[in-house]
């Protein structure tokens, strides 16, 4: 049996496809398995969270609050452990025994001899480098088939445990990296020279394109991913695949293209068929985690339990008013409900299932049920893999749960929970997505996997890699364990063997190297830098652009630029009508900016209603408004003004807990503090005014029609009041931009006021008084004295003119844009008593890229 062993080949594809029996490529856990095959030691191994939880319940019974983790375990208990056993392994791994001949003075190696002498005699699943100790003894009186070992890295590279063993058998080392491969006078050749000594070209070397480093660049990833699989288009019979980041996408762009499947993805976190159990897990704690409420509601529809469309349908009602149960939640509730013809109560049913505050087991108990129920369902094999690797880290986590129960553990942290969380993703780690297809090129996802020379090395994605990790102990630590055979490697050791990796790509080639840069504001790995440093005309030379003349199969495409901004756009066809009536924001709208009007109300292009959550200004405004409401509703019902401050108390939690709980969770207390006070003061400025209208004559989010021209139009006033002779007064509610709206009155310019005073003229036959209430100020702006010119009726008349010429205009098919009034003139022929409002700023326009580059 012939042996490849490299410390980063478990679980890699990196060699070369050949047709030989008895070879194997290994890793230090693939090898050790092996060689306790061969020597009869084989067992049913523990998995690192169960040796992670055993561990656990030593330190907690050894923990007496002064050993040198008794804090970190009063946060985290399985981190504690996790971290603590990985330095014992490592100990074991480097030489260690179990005992020390002589006392430490460290605190930290006394309390680890500590842990050791309470873990003798329990049965602890031993570590690798127990096992190697063991399989080392074994070696002594024992053979084993293999007839050679090849090493991928120096002898000195592994530890002294792997040192001992590998002695014991016929070894050799695959020097394969240690010189340069590419043919001399290659601008490859030149950047392996480099790496290997640091050696700077001669002064005057100018860079000429050979094409044995190439490096190609997109704006996007997914660009970039199209530029590599025109290269793997090209047939390269001996070609490396080193992948960095991005790798489903990759994967996805080469199964597009009609080759064959890596079987490459980003891990187990990433899939959504694990997201269930983590986001299941995050619903059940209080405060409520509005983010994962969202997140739950759109998993994809194979994934969410809840009954289809239902999830989307309440994600639009918790963007809005984030929160379960509020008015936006119930009525788009009712509303699917109606929609669908289904019963109310079995829809509220299979959501408290789901939403209803249960312990972390129950949670994973009802995520085992669904995955069980989904795993017999399904046919399709791709949705039954993905399926039983959910039903794998369900029940990786139910064991732990079960096993901390045993342990006496009554509750866990939120970073315990995320620990087990972790561990049991580990468990289907290594169950890719899809099957690797035939055909598919040797990959790599370490540079240190790379195990041999390849002609080819195409280099994905090459993003700076992780930071290398410090050293654990200290130097006089250090010192004690070499005094008791335990071999650390040195931190000059440590960072040479860092670095030799990280550029084995660059190494592995013999012909070529092709690096695929990451997007824009991603930093790049070390071996770019060492690229652009050598041949600094690459970017000035146009090299770095991708491939010059397309790939391999790629079509070309006439390049369009965007479109230049105009002032006025010249439609080719009638625009269709508006199918909604006009409101007082879309009336405003048309005739400040006819081009965004067209494209919100007559295009329908519109951004997405779950793209994020309301917060900030808009979630206060929105609380406001509906606690103002309740209040006109609390006077409607004859309640004066004795207990508002219990009132407000109640209502004001109540409106919180249901439509703002983002207000509620970590971090927002001072914000939550501030806008209670702002809107207590807010209530309290406003009750007088109410009081004094009475109750009676109080109208809160009155809904009134009318028309302008030949269209209807319609609109919800926040407050309508009549006094005792009968007249009218309109309030609109602002939560902020008081100077903004001052400036409006005093120009007479307030639109929307001017919309709601024309409903109430023709449904009640009176012009209203204006004014608008800053909530967040607790100010009521009105105008001053206006003249008989600026009276709501002799404004409405100007709002009318202007309106017929903005309609004038769309019929004769030119479309105003008014972001684009710097590119030139449109409304050159606008009467002079138009009424237009103030110009707001373009950075709220979400349409501000459509009227032109």
Same mark, same amino acid.
């Given at each position: 049996?012939?042996?490849?062993?490299?410390?980063?080949?478990?679980?890699?594809?990196?060699?070369?496809?050949?047709?030989?029996?008895?070879?194997?490529?290994?890793?230090?856990?693939?090898?050790?398995?092996?060689?306790?095959?061969?020597?009869?030691?084989?067992?049913?191994?523990?998995?690192?969270?169960?040796?992670?939880?055993?561990?656990?319940?030593?330190?907690?019974?050894?923990?007496?609050?002064?050993?040198?983790?008794?804090?970190?375990?009063?946060?985290?208990?399985?981190?504690?452990?996790?971290?603590?056993?990985?330095?014992?392994?490592?100990?074991?791994?480097?030489?260690?025994?179990?005992?020390?001949?002589?006392?430490?003075?460290?605190?930290?190696?006394?309390?680890?001899?500590?842990?050791?002498?309470?873990?003798?005699?329990?049965?602890?699943?031993?570590?690798?480098?127990?096992?190697?100790?063991?399989?080392?003894?074994?070696?002594?009186?024992?053979?084993?088939?293999?007839?050679?070992?090849?090493?991928?890295?120096?002898?000195?590279?592994?530890?002294?445990?792997?040192?001992?063993?590998?002695?014991?058998?016929?070894?050799?080392?695959?020097?394969?990296?240690?010189?340069?491969?590419?043919?001399?006078?290659?601008?490859?050749?030149?950047?392996?020279?480099?790496?290997?000594?640091?050696?700077?070209?001669?002064?005057?070397?100018?860079?000429?394109?050979?094409?044995?480093?190439?490096?190609?660049?997109?704006?996007?990833?997914?660009?970039?991913?199209?530029?590599?699989?025109?290269?793997?288009?090209?047939?390269?019979?001996?070609?490396?695949?080193?992948?960095?980041?991005?790798?489903?996408?990759?994967?996805?762009?080469?199964?597009?293209?009609?080759?064959?499947?890596?079987?490459?993805?980003?891990?187990?976190?990433?899939?959504?068929?694990?997201?269930?159990?983590?986001?299941?897990?995050?619903?059940?704690?209080?405060?409520?985690?509005?983010?994962?409420?969202?997140?739950?509601?759109?998993?994809?529809?194979?994934?969410?339990?809840?009954?289809?469309?239902?999830?989307?349908?309440?994600?639009?009602?918790?963007?809005?008013?984030?929160?379960?149960?509020?008015?936006?939640?119930?009525?788009?509730?009712?509303?699917?409900?109606?929609?669908?013809?289904?019963?109310?109560?079995?829809?509220?049913?299979?959501?408290?299932?789901?939403?209803?505050?249960?312990?972390?087991?129950?949670?994973?108990?009802?995520?085992?049920?669904?995955?069980?129920?989904?795993?017999?369902?399904?046919?399709?094999?791709?949705?039954?893999?993905?399926?039983?690797?959910?039903?794998?880290?369900?029940?990786?986590?139910?064991?732990?749960?079960?096993?901390?129960?045993?342990?006496?553990?009554?509750?866990?942290?939120?970073?315990?929970?995320?620990?087990?969380?972790?561990?049991?993703?580990?468990?289907?780690?290594?169950?890719?997505?899809?099957?690797?297809?035939?055909?598919?090129?040797?990959?790599?996802?370490?540079?240190?996997?790379?195990?041999?020379?390849?002609?080819?090395?195409?280099?994905?994605?090459?993003?700076?890699?992780?930071?290398?990790?410090?050293?654990?102990?200290?130097?006089?630590?250090?010192?004690?364990?070499?005094?008791?055979?335990?071999?650390?490697?040195?931190?000059?050791?440590?960072?040479?063997?860092?670095?030799?990796?990280?550029?084995?790509?660059?190494?592995?080639?013999?012909?070529?190297?092709?690096?695929?840069?990451?997007?824009?504001?991603?930093?790049?790995?070390?071996?770019?830098?060492?690229?652009?440093?050598?041949?600094?005309?690459?970017?000035?030379?146009?090299?770095?652009?991708?491939?010059?003349?397309?790939?391999?199969?790629?079509?070309?495409?006439?390049?369009?630029?965007?479109?230049?901004?105009?002032?006025?756009?010249?439609?080719?066809?009638?625009?269709?009508?508006?199918?909604?009536?006009?409101?007082?924001?879309?009336?405003?709208?048309?005739?400040?900016?006819?081009?965004?009007?067209?494209?919100?109300?007559?295009?329908?292009?519109?951004?997405?209603?779950?793209?994020?959550?309301?917060?900030?200004?808009?979630?206060?405004?929105?609380?406001?408004?509906?606690?103002?409401?309740?209040?006109?509703?609390?006077?409607?019902?004859?309640?004066?003004?004795?207990?508002?401050?219990?009132?407000?108390?109640?209502?004001?939690?109540?409106?919180?807990?249901?439509?703002?709980?983002?207000?509620?969770?970590?971090?927002?207390?001072?914000?939550?503090?501030?806008?209670?006070?702002?809107?207590?003061?807010?209530?309290? &400025?406003?009750?007088?005014? #109410? $009081?004094? +209208?009475? %109750?009676?004559?109080?109208?809160?989010?009155?809904? =009134? /029609?009318? !028309?302008?021209?030949?269209?209807?139009? &319609?609109?919800?006033?926040? #407050? $309508?009041? +009549?006094? %005792?002779?009968?007249?009218?007064?309109?309030?609109? =509610? /602002?939560? !902020?931009?008081?100077?903004?709206?001052?400036?409006?009155?005093?120009?007479?310019?307030?639109?929307?006021?001017?919309?709601?005073?024309?409903?109430?003229?023709?449904?009640? !036959?009176?012009?209203?008084?204006?004014?608008?209430?800053?909530?967040?100020?607790?100010?009521?702006?009105?105008?001053?004295?206006?003249?008989?010119?600026?009276?709501?009726?002799?404004?409405?008349?100007?709002?009318?003119?202007?309106?017929?010429?903005?309609?004038?205009?769309?019929?004769?098919?030119?479309?105003?844009?008014?972001?684009?009034?710097?590119?030139?003139?449109?409304?050159?022929?606008?009467?002079?008593?138009?009424?237009?409002?103030?110009?707001?700023?373009?950075?709220?326009?979400?349409?501000?890229?459509?009227?032109?580059?």
């Amino acid at each position: 049996m012939h042996i490849l062993l490299g410390l980063h080949l478990d679980g890699e594809r990196s060699w070369k496809k050949r047709h030989a029996l008895g070879h194997l490529e290994l890793g230090p856990s693939g090898f050790l398995s092996q060689l306790e095959q061969y020597l009869g030691l084989s067992a049913n191994r523990s998995s690192k969270l169960q040796r992670v939880i055993l561990f656990r319940h030593i330190l907690a019974e050894l923990d007496d609050g002064k050993r040198f983790y008794s804090k970190t375990m009063r946060v985290d208990q399985l981190g504690a452990a996790s971290a603590l056993l990985g330095w014992r392994d490592e100990l074991y791994l480097c030489g260690w025994s179990g005992t020390f001949e002589r006392e430490s003075a460290s605190p930290r190696l006394r309390d680890m001899m500590a842990i050791e002498e309470a873990l003798k005699d329990r049965g602890f699943p031993p570590g690798n480098g127990e096992r190697l100790l063991a399989v080392s003894a074994a070696l002594d009186r024992l053979r084993t088939p293999v007839s050679s070992l090849t090493l991928v890295e120096q002898l000195e590279r592994y530890p002294l445990r792997w040192r001992e063993v590998i002695r014991k058998l016929p070894y050799t080392l695959a020097d394969h990296f240690s010189g340069v491969q590419a043919p001399e006078g290659s601008r490859l050749a030149v950047l392996q020279e480099r790496i290997l000594s640091g050696r700077l070209p001669s002064p005057g070397e100018r860079w000429q394109d050979d094409g044995s480093v190439v490096l190609l660049s997109a704006d996007t990833a997914l660009e970039a991913a199209y530029l590599t699989a025109g290269v793997l288009e090209g047939g390269y019979s001996d070609l490396l695949l080193m992948l960095g980041g991005e790798r489903s996408l990759l994967d996805d762009v080469l199964s597009s293209r009609g080759l064959p499947r890596q079987a490459i993805g980003d891990g187990a976190a990433g899939r959504p068929v694990m997201q269930l159990l983590v986001l299941s897990l995050r619903l059940h704690a209080r405060p409520l985690d509005v983010f994962a409420l969202q997140e739950f509601l759109m998993l994809p529809s194979h994934l969410n339990p809840l009954p289809d469309g239902l999830g989307w349908c309440l994600a639009a009602a918790v963007s809005v008013a984030p929160g379960i149960g509020g008015e936006r939640w119930c009525r788009a509730l009712s509303g699917y409900v109606k929609e669908n013809g289904l019963e109310q109560q079995d829809v509220e049913r299979q959501l408290a299932a789901w939403l209803e505050v249960v312990s972390p087991a129950e949670a994973a108990l009802r995520v085992l049920r669904f995955f069980e129920r989904k795993v017999d369902m399904v046919a399709e094999p791709e949705l039954k893999n993905a399926f039983t690797a959910g039903l794998e880290q369900v029940g990786g986590f139910i064991d732990a749960m079960t096993a901390l129960e045993e342990q006496g553990v009554e509750r866990l942290s939120d970073a315990e929970l995320r620990h087990l969380l972790l561990a049991a993703e580990e468990r289907v780690q290594r169950r890719p997505l899809s099957v690797r297809q035939a055909g598919s090129v040797p990959d790599a996802g370490h540079p240190g996997a790379i195990c041999e020379p390849f002609s080819h090395v195409l280099w994905w994605w090459a993003a700076a890699p992780p930071p290398h990790q410090g050293m654990t102990w200290s130097a006089g630590e250090r010192q004690f364990l070499e005094g008791e055979g335990v071999a650390l490697p040195t931190r000059d050791e440590q960072r040479r063997w860092y670095a030799e990796e990280l550029f084995r790509p660059v190494l592995a080639a013999t012909e070529r190297v092709t690096v695929v840069l990451p997007s824009k504001g991603e930093e790049m790995h070390p071996v770019c830098t060492e690229i652009f440093l050598l041949f600094p005309d690459m970017v000035s030379s146009g090299t770095v652009l991708g491939i010059t003349g397309g790939t391999p199969g790629s079509i070309p495409v006439e390049y369009r630029g965007l479109a230049d901004k105009r002032a006025c756009w010249k439609l080719c066809a009638p625009l269709p009508k508006a199918a909604r009536p006009f409101s007082a924001t879309s009336l405003e709208l048309l005739l400040s900016d006819p081009a965004s009007w067209v494209m919100q109300h007559l295009l329908l292009l519109r951004p997405s209603g779950v793209q994020g959550i309301s917060d900030g200004p808009r979630l206060y405004g929105q609380l406001s408004h509906r606690l103002v409401q309740r209040l006109c509703q609390k006077l409607e019902r004859g309640g004066a003004d004795d207990g508002m401050d219990e009132w407000f108390a109640q209502e004001f939690s109540h409106l919180v807990a249901h439509e703002g709980a983002l207000l509620l969770m970590p971090g927002r207390g001072g914000e939550y503090q501030k806008l209670r006070y702002r809107l207590k003061s807010a209530v309290d &400025a406003l009750l007088p005014v #109410l $009081l004094q +209208f009475g %109750a009676s004559r109080v109208e809160s989010e009155y809904y =009134m /029609k009318g !028309g302008i021209g030949s269209e209807e139009l &319609a609109g919800i006033a926040d #407050l $309508l009041l +009549f006094d %005792a002779a009968g007249r009218p007064l309109v309030i609109d =509610m /602002k939560w !902020g931009g008081a100077e903004q709206r001052r400036k409006s009155l005093d120009a007479g310019r307030h639109v929307q006021l001017l919309v709601y005073a024309s409903l109430v003229f023709q449904e009640k !036959g009176r012009w209203p008084d204006l004014a608008y209430y800053i909530l967040s100020k607790g100010e009521m702006l009105v105008p001053h004295a206006p003249a008989a010119s600026a009276s709501p009726e002799k404004l409405w008349e100007r709002l009318q003119m202007t309106y017929e010429y903005r309609v004038s205009r769309l019929a004769a098919g030119e479309l105003c844009s008014a972001l684009n009034s710097d590119a030139g003139e449109c409304d050159g022929d606008l009467p002079e008593q138009a009424l237009l409002p103030l110009p707001r700023e373009s950075r709220f326009n979400p349409y501000r890229y459509l009227h032109g580059w």
